[in-house]
């Protein structure tokens, strides 16, 4: 746990990422008209890209909880997310690039086919979304238990056709915080970052919800609502709790 953490594109708060910021960078030339090649020219890009970003209406957004998902009820949302065509989405043609009819219309059916069209998927118009995610257990005795989820940290993983709720290693609340101490002792500043950013609370720790949702034309409120639906429910997180607390004390 106490590597830096070179991924570009990692959101996991408990890693350490490190920015350069020798004097090379610092003394970058904004002459436009400097032919010296001993100086380093930045270039951007930003209006382009702005430019195409507002055009296609791309936004973002991070959903964040301090409770655990309902495997149940996660599995049953997750089994609506809309299955692009192709790996690499054509931003300009959306609409298209999906295998889900959110038509209604009754000239839209086959003769004779009386079902109903599915609802359209809450995720609709999501390219990319990826964080860490909690979630409880569903059986804690027997054989097939899944007790360990409640250590363990998965991480969510989507872009085009590909989807992956994995394993992400243990919650740092899973461990004493003087054992936890022990990994940042040459990075005491991280230990406090995590101590102070990621764990959302004293009971849980760092256990919880942070998934960021990146995508054109998508409903963030809509995403938002059927998410937190998947939450334990109140009666649920005491459920929860009367687990723990048994499981704490067969140990």
């Known amino acids: 746990h106490d590597h830096t953490c070179e991924d570009s594109e990692c959101t996991d708060t408990s890693h350490s990422h490190s920015h350069n910021h020798d004097d090379k960078s610092a003394s970058t030339c904004t002459d436009p008209n400097c032919t010296d090649e001993s100086h380093t020219h930045s270039h951007s890009h930003s209006h382009e890209s702005?430019?195409?970003?507002?055009?296609l209406g791309i936004i973002n957004f991070?959903?964040?909880?301090?409770?655990?998902?309902?495997?149940?009820?996660?599995?049953?949302?997750?089994?609506?997310?809309?299955?692009?065509?192709?790996?690499?989405?054509?931003?300009?043609?959306?609409?298209?690039?999906y295998n889900v009819d959110v038509s209604t219309s009754d000239d839209t059916k086959e003769e004779g086919d009386n079902k109903p069209l599915p609802p359209p998927s809450p995720f609709y118009g999501v390219l990319r979304s990826k964080g860490f995610c909690w979630i409880a257990p569903?059986?804690?005795?027997?054989?097939?238990?899944?007790?360990?989820?409640?250590?363990?940290?998965?991480?969510?993983?989507?872009?085009?056709?590909?989807?992956?709720?994995?394993?992400?290693?243990?919650?740092?609340?899973?461990?004493?915080?003087d054992k936890m101490e022990i990994y940042f002792e040459k990075n005491k500043k991280e230990f406090d970052r995590i101590l102070r950013e990621d764990f959302v609370s004293e009971e849980w720790g760092d256990r919880r919800?942070?998934?960021?949702f990146i995508g054109a034309g998508l409903d963030e409120d809509l995403i938002r609502s059927e998410l937190n639906?998947?939450?334990?429910?109140?009666?649920?997180?005491?459920?929860?709790r009367k687990s723990v607390n048994d499981f704490i004390d067969v140990q």
Not at 74 to 97: C, F
Not at 138 to 158: E, F, L, Q, V
């Open 50 to 55: 702005n430019t195409s970003t507002d055009k």
């Open 62 to 97: 991070v959903f964040k909880a301090n409770r655990p998902f309902h495997a149940n009820r996660l599995m049953v949302l997750l089994n609506q997310w809309p299955v692009p065509k192709k790996d690499e989405l054509d931003l300009e043609v959306l609409s298209d690039d």
């Open 138 to 177: 569903t059986r804690w005795n027997g054989p097939i238990n899944d007790i360990w989820r409640h250590n363990t940290a998965m991480y969510w993983s989507h872009a085009g056709k590909h989807f992956g709720v994995n394993t992400a290693g243990r919650w740092w609340g899973s461990i004493d915080k």
């Open 209 to 212: 919800q942070e998934i960021v």
């Open 229 to 240: 639906n998947c939450l334990c429910t109140d009666e649920e997180m005491e459920d929860y």
